[in-house]
């Protein structure tokens, strides 16, 4: 039993796979009027089939289904009314961390997350983070992501490490392990996770 | 035949506190690592002028921080006494 600091190896076919959207979420502007076709976006760049959107006359659960050019995609439901030019939210994919303690088995192998051997004291299943600003990045030539530092506040419990992964779809695949380097105990306190710097040496994950 | 190209992982730390929450140095701290890295490569001159830099806003950090709990306990005190709890509401103007 041990937690080890890794990329889950599954997450590295799943990203080849683009089954993990980790993008901060934006709006472009958008045209549609009762249909799946919104035509006349602000810009495509950002967008990538799986996005949920929404936005007035954008039904709940609305995805984009496919990218058509530079200035349309389809979405998974047809708009309730019409949108001309209107604003249409985006967004990647929710990412959570969960705390473990040492009892846990936890490393390149990890596939997805369970509840076992979860730390107690926090909420089960873990905590959303929050994708930072303009993430993925740039650094010359290395892209990376960033994630801001989760604070768990006023909490009792003891961690030896923790798992990032994506909900999507309620598959819960595993994104990496980190180790904490032994127990961390907070008793009434906040338990923090500092992610590293941002940049293309040191960011949270980075392909060069 | 590979090309370059790697896939990195960074490293996560933990911090932990008992008894209280995160003060404003430490969360200055935090804050600092993310508005401004300093590389080891950078030259001695700029080093020091970007050292001096990151330090100041630390400073001017903390002070603003310290003012938002100062702020946002007085929000509170008017929002308990407000609320008729005037005994609970002094307790925390004097924290």
Do not use: W
């Not at chain 1, 683009?18 to 967008?47: C, E, K, P, R």
């Amino acid at each position: 039993m041990a937690i080890t600091t890794a990329l889950c190896t599954s997450f590295k076919k799943e990203i080849l796979r683009g089954q993990h959207i980790m993008t901060v979420g934006a709006t472009v502007t958008a045209t549609a009027s009762s249909t799946v076709n919104f035509t006349s976006v602000s810009s495509t760049d950002l967008l990538t089939p799986g996005m949920l959107i929404s936005g007035t006359n954008i039904a709940a659960s609305t995805y984009i289904a496919r990218i058509v050019s530079t200035t349309a995609f389809t979405a998974s439901i047809a708009s309730t009314g019409s949108i001309s030019g209107g604003t249409v939210t985006y967004a990647g994919n929710i990412f959570k961390l969960a705390l473990f303690t040492s009892s846990a088995t936890l490393g390149a192998s990890t596939t997805a997350y369970s509840a076992t051997n979860e730390a107690s004291g926090v909420t089960a299943g873990g905590y959303a983070l929050t994708v930072s600003a303009s993430m993925p990045s740039l650094d010359s030539t290395t892209a990376y992501m960033d994630f801001t530092d989760l604070v768990i506040s006023a909490v009792t419990t003891t961690a030896n490490g923790c798992l990032i992964y994506n909900t999507e779809g309620a598959l819960n695949r595993a994104v990496s392990v980190h180790a904490f380097g032994g127990d961390k105990t907070s008793t009434a306190g906040d338990f923090t996770v500092v992610f590293p710097t941002p940049d293309g040496t040191t960011g949270i994950i980075r392909i060069a | 035949m590979q090309v370059g190209g790697e896939v990195g992982l960074g490293a996560v730390k933990a911090y932990t506190t008992s008894g209280r929450g995160l003060n404003v140095e430490e969360l200055a701290d935090l804050a600092m690592r993310r508005i401004l890295t300093v590389a080891d490569t950078a030259p001695p001159v700029i080093k020091e002028q970007a050292q001096q830099f990151k330090e100041n806003i630390r400073v001017l950090l903390i002070n603003y921080m310290h003012q938002a709990i100062r702020s946002d306990r007085t929000t509170l005190y008017n929002n308990l006494r407000g609320a008729g709890f005037k005994e609970v509401a002094d307790i925390i103007l004097k924290i």
